[in-house]
């Protein structure tokens, strides 16, 4: 016999109490397992021993701990809770109380209101799940845990005989599926508001992994290790996407350095801001962005995009670099509209004095860098930026995730030492050896590329496609994008990152996460696995996570056209139709359960031909029946079923007895089939 078939035959030979508790732990750590990965490990490691110490309780028929041991316990519990976060409030503190007081619970249920504490503690810490993921994958994985939770929950309420497990999870399944439909319809229907309906705690956004508004040797390199995704991208022109060497996300620019890491250049109060002129060709591109909360204030835009953009949530503010920015940090998906163009300039009429603060560089750092730059200057600033660009070709310069760390003169470390490094490393050698020069640069970081999901249509633009490049100021043409990283690997603006890394060691999980970004060269299989999930994701998000006023209007507008109504003409039917089920729920007659366990007995007895009569009682029904062709078992059920009915009929009983013995019918109408 297999091993699982040989648990499935000890779990069926378990007493009825001890296989219902089995059943509410496996509830309680599917309600559990999503937390294990953000707790401390001494909490996870509590919480495992202390359902460990359950289930051995269980299976072993021990009496549960008493009070004086738990209580201290819990206090010590607690106490360790407030020394990690410091705190015994807020997000992560609340979940790790949850979670242990969930786990001590269990040790301490002994009645049927424990029970239902218990429940209602897997419920509001399932809740708590959203604080950390909200993909559609979590959202079916917490419809599974309601379902064995609902279960566990029905399977102590038996006092009977107890169905067997599959029919259990198919009433908890029908009980579910009873409230899909006025759920679905409240949440499409019920009018929604600009926010969330309660306030969260201070922490419940967590970390998150994006751009930040400096950049360091490494600092880019980090990100690139996440397949995260930083927002999506539909183009809403029927003309093809731009190719992917144009897709510049443009996000923060850098011009303050001070030897090691790049910033943006401080703002002087006070001092009004010279008029940024910029001159546009061709046709926009409109498109339509999704931004994942990131918990900063940068807004991504392809280069050039229309500034006159509109955020109903927040205000907007913008600089003279073009920059765009939030008011306040980011804390929910965004979603705007905007324009952009492909052939633009900026600045082409600035001042002297308006680009002296791009040429600045701290003294005393990389003499051998100021030197090479005195070599390398051309006659004309495109001269310099063609000499630098033809030194990083043809030298054996690497594209590398893993660089070797750099010194206090990081910039003559990279140039004449390691000449290894990743897009920050380029960019910023290159701005340090233009300004030696005596040209205006700038760095510009924010995503380059994207990978277009061809089951829905939308650009996927991940924080591994995070990138650092330059603009310089030439004149008559003003700032204009440089990257040197296409010098040394045009594969990674061509193709994307996978193809312009070396192949990563086999059996690795980057080997793995690298294989499923290579796209034309991954498995067919996976390469479908990756884009379904992707787009099963990007629908959640945009009709589920993102059913806010505006979308919710749109839907209701759309509704109505392909009605053909108007709108206010689909409400008034819509509001008829639930009327109407209203009325009809109310009106309908519902049968008495004696009588209609007795109804459903005689038409199940009906299909065998034995159909009673109009005036047929119970004990004439039983001797016609007897003269049925059944196995022994079923005659004896069907006399034990219609002898209780005619006692309970035409007897009395207190309503204990009559609840008792109508659970008791219910058993047994199963076996008088």
Not at 48 to 53: G, K, N, P
Not at 269 to 274: A, M, Q
Request: proline residues 7%; contains cysteine.
């Amino acid at each position: 016999m297999s091993r699982p078939a040989r648990w499935l035959r000890l779990a069926r030979q378990l007493p009825r109490d001890k296989a219902d508790t089995l059943l509410l732990l496996a509830a309680a750590v599917l309600v559990l397992l999503p937390h294990f990965g953000h707790l401390p490990l001494w909490t996870s490691a509590t919480v495992c021993a202390t359902l460990l110490w359950r289930a051995a309780l269980t299976l072993r028929g021990k009496r549960l701990p008493p009070l004086w041991l738990l209580l201290p316990v819990s206090l010590l519990a607690m106490a360790g809770v407030y020394r990690s976060f410091h705190t015994l409030l807020g997000r992560d503190a609340g979940v790790a109380m949850l979670a242990l007081l969930l786990a001590f619970k269990l040790l301490e249920m002994r009645a049927r209101r424990d029970l239902f504490v218990v429940v209602f503690l897997c419920l509001f810490l399932l809740l708590t799940t959203f604080f950390y993921s909200q993909t559609a994958l979590t959202g079916l994985g917490m419809l599974c845990t309601v379902l064995l939770l609902l279960t566990a929950q029905l399977s102590f309420q038996y006092t009977g005989a107890v169905p067997p497990l599959r029919r259990r999870l198919g009433l908890a399944a029908r009980i579910v599926a009873a409230a899909v439909a006025p759920a679905l319809l409240l949440f499409l229907l019920f009018p929604r508001i600009q926010g969330p309906l309660w306030g969260l705690p201070g922490d419940a956004h967590g970390a998150r992994s994006g751009m930040s508004d400096s950049m360091s040797p490494g600092s880019v390199a980090a990100l690139a290790l996440s397949d995260e995704v930083a927002f999506r991208v539909r183009f809403l022109d029927p003309a093809p996407a731009p190719a992917h060497s144009l897709l510049y996300w443009r996000g923060l620019v850098l011009g303050d350095y001070d030897g090691r890491t790049w910033r943006r250049l401080p703002r002087l109060r006070g001092v009004l801001r010279p008029e940024v002129h910029v001159g546009a060709r061709g046709q926009p591109l409109r498109h339509e962005v999704t931004m994942e909360a990131s918990g900063q204030r940068w807004l991504f835009l392809l280069e050039l995009s229309d500034p006159e953009l509109h955020l109903a949530e927040h205000r907007l503010g913008s600089s003279d670099e073009l920059e765009l920015f939030t008011q306040s940090p980011i804390e929910q998906r965004l979603r705007y509209t905007t324009r952009a163009w492909l052939d633009f300039s900026v600045q082409a009429d600035a001042r002297p004095e308006q680009l002296q603060r791009w040429l600045q560089l701290p003294a005393g750092y990389n003499p051998r860098a100021l030197a090479l730059a005195a070599r390398l200057r051309g006659a004309t600033p495109q001269a310099s930026v063609q000499a630098v660009l033809r030194l990083f070709r043809d030298e054996p310069f690497v594209y590398t995730l893993n660089p070797p760390l750099l010194g206090r003169d990081a910039v003559d470390d990279f140039l004449f030492a390691s000449r290894a490094g990743f897009c920050e490393h380029y960019a910023g050698a290159f701005v340090v050896l233009l300004r030696a020069m005596g040209v205006p640069a700038r760095v510009v970081t924010g995503y380059q590329g994207g990978e277009r999901n061809p089951l829905d249509g939308y650009l996927s633009v991940r924080q591994s496609d995070a990138h650092a490049w330059a603009e310089v100021w030439l004149a008559g043409a003003g700032w204009r994008r440089v990257d040197p990283t296409a010098a040394v690997a045009p594969e990674r603006v061509e193709r994307g990152l996978a193809r312009a890394l070396p192949p990563p060691a086999p059996f690795s999980l980057a080997g793995l996460g690298q294989l499923m970004r290579l796209g034309d060269n991954a498995p067919a299989w996976l390469q479908q696995l990756r884009f379904s999930m992707g787009a099963m994701n990007n629908a959640w998000n945009q009709w589920v996570l993102d059913y806010n006023p505006d979308r919710q209007r749109s839907f209701l507008e759309e509704l109505a056209d392909t009605l053909g109504n108007a709108r206010a003409g689909a409400g008034l039917a819509l509001c008829a139709a639930v009327l109407w089920w209203l009325r009809r729920l109310r009106g309908r007659v519902r049968p008495e359960p004696l009588a209609a366990l007795y109804e459903e007995f005689c038409r199940r007895q009906a299909r065998h031909g034995f159909v009673r009569g109009a005036a047929e009682g119970p004990q004439d029904y039983l001797a016609r029946l007897s003269t049925m062709d059944a196995s022994a078992e079923k005659h004896a059920a069907m006399r034990s079923f219609l002898n209780l009915y005619g006692t309970l009929r035409y007897g009395r009983a207190t309503p204990d007895e009559r609840a008792a013995s109508l659970t008791t019918l219910n058993n047994l109408l199963p076996l008088c089939r």
